[in-house]
């Protein structure tokens, strides 16, 4: 009986950050690989990665050198919150893109899809100032080191990453394109299903694969998704199946003429594929980039203004010192940077 060939197995995983605050950006960013699986079996989405790269990769928390994978909230946490989510990330980072950006300019110069936005989205002054030298808490040689690691770890378990991308959505783009979806009666969280999804597209058509499996985090108690699906391919729109809906996982397959793609969305989504927990950390990081700059532009105009993370009740403290020292924002338009419910 001859032996089964090894397969290559592409799966991606995809989450946002910061789609409850009143100021900053939302984020959506996503991480796909293809893994070798030896003799066609499947190990699950978890094992593919985690098992493999153990030697190189640990859970949040961890303190012997190994880089933190997972829910990008247990990571950015504790006094050395900032260095260790920008460990995970542009280690991250050095792996896929074979370098660890300078610059915050230069990272989102790797990372950004730039395709949804308009000119107009980022006329806030604080879109110029992203010339921050990285890395801005941690040591650039441990960051190159781990960065090899991986490489070298997930060279020798036959996993090559194919996509390590993100959507920065500003505030003036969340209010232009929430203003969309009202017209059409959506919701902000269907906006936000929308978004995760066409970011999700954005990766199916840069990785080729016969078969690609998506995995997006489930937030809130929605279970049906054939809506958002059949927007982001409505050409798809009789071969998109329903294989399962319910409280905390909703799985579908959609057919792209020879190409398939198993889509889901799960709750807890860091704990059933770590593609997800990259996404997020990678999220994450990048919203506390653009909140470092938002953060210097108006401390630079009012005097002993406390930075903010964007949430809702201390940003109303936030807007209320610049409102009483600027004005609305010292001529900005409000859109540009107060984000509409």
């Not at 950004?112 to 040591?139: H, K, N, Q, S, Y």
Request: with cysteine; net charge positive; proline share 5%.
């Amino acid at each position: 009986m001859s032996r089964a060939r090894p397969t290559a197995l592409v799966r991606a995983g995809f989450d946002e950050a910061g789609l409850g605050p009143t100021l900053g950006p939302l984020v959506v960013a996503g991480f796909a690989t293809r893994v070798r699986a030896d003799g066609g079996r499947d190990h699950g989405p978890i094992d593919d990665l985690l098992g493999p790269l153990a030697s190189i990769v640990g859970p949040p928390g961890i303190r012997d050198g190994r880089v933190e994978v997972g829910d990008s909230k247990k990571i950015h946490t504790g006094a050395h919150k900032l260095a260790r989510i920008e460990r995970s990330a542009l280690a991250t980072v050095g792996w896929v893109y074979g370098q660890v950006p300078r610059s915050v300019s230069e990272l989102l110069e790797l990372v950004l899809v730039r395709e949804f936005d308009v000119p107009d989205d980022r006329r806030a002054p604080w879109w110029t100032m992203l010339d921050e030298a990285l890395p801005i808490a941690g040591d650039r040689g441990d960051l190159e080191h781990a960065a090899g690691r991986l490489r070298e770890v997930a060279d020798a378990a036959g996993i090559t990453p194919l996509w390590y991308r993100a959507d920065l959505v500003s505030a003036a783009r969340v209010n232009r394109e929430l203003a969309a979806e009202h017209l059409l009666e959506g919701t902000k969280n269907t906006w936000a299903t929308h978004a995760v999804l066409r970011l999700a597209k954005h990766a199916v058509d840069s990785v080729d694969a016969p078969t690609i499996a998506l995995w997006c985090d489930k937030a809130g108690g929605r279970q049906a998704y054939l809506e958002p699906l059949h927007r982001v391919w409505p050409d798809s729109t009789k071969r998109i199946g329903v294989v399962l809906e319910q409280r905390d996982r909703s799985h579908y397959q959609v057919g792209l003429g020879r190409r398939r793609v198993e889509l889901g969305f799960v709750m807890g989504g860091d704990r059933v594929d770590p593609r997800i927990s990259w996404g997020s950390i990678l999220a994450k990081y990048l919203r506390e980039l653009i909140l470092r700059a938002f953060n210097r532009y108006f401390a630079a105009r009012v005097i002993e203004l406390r930075p903010t993370a964007g949430y809702p009740e201390d940003a109303k403290r936030f807007i209320a010192q610049v409102q009483a020292t600027l004005g609305d924002g010292g001529g900005l338009d409000r859109d540009a940077w107060i984000r509409c419910k």
